[in-house]
């Protein structure tokens, strides 16, 4: 049975960071793409970030590049969310996905087929 656990979410500041963690099980991480998606109140759920077995491309979202970065340990079978320089606007709960082949640019939640239960971040002052 495949698991996808998130942590690190929380309250912070604006300005400030947050790294959150999805550690898999029941998965084999070859091949792989893992993404974060996250969906705020009365918002779609929106694509944050990816991560592909392939050749280690990544993704990210406009409104996040230069501000997160994803970033993924075998050893310890988890995937990272670098969030820095948080905004209100980014205020949201925060989603774990993994699919078990190497897409390039995977930001449709249709591309993948499991999901974590999902982390809060508020950013607020």
């Known amino acids: 049975q495949v698991r996808l656990v998130e942590s690190g979410g929380g309250l912070v500041q604006p300005g400030g960071s947050l790294r959150l963690s999805c550690v898999i099980s029941g998965f084999t991480l070859d091949p792989y793409t893992i993404a974060w998606f996250r969906k705020a109140p009365g918002k779609e759920r929106e694509g944050v970030s990816c991560l592909s077995s392939r050749g280690g491309s990544t993704n990210y979202a406009d409104s996040v590049k230069g501000r997160f970065t994803i970033s993924a340990d075998s050893a310890k079978r988890a995937v990272y969310l670098q969030m820095n320089s948080l905004k209100p606007e980014d205020t949201a709960v925060y989603y774990c996905?993994?699919?078990?082949?190497?897409?390039?640019?995977?930001?449709?939640?249709?591309?993948?087929?499991?999901w974590g239960q999902g982390t809060q971040v508020t950013v607020s002052s």
């Open positions: 996905a993994a699919v078990d082949t190497a897409l390039v640019d995977a930001t449709s939640p249709r591309e993948y087929d499991y």
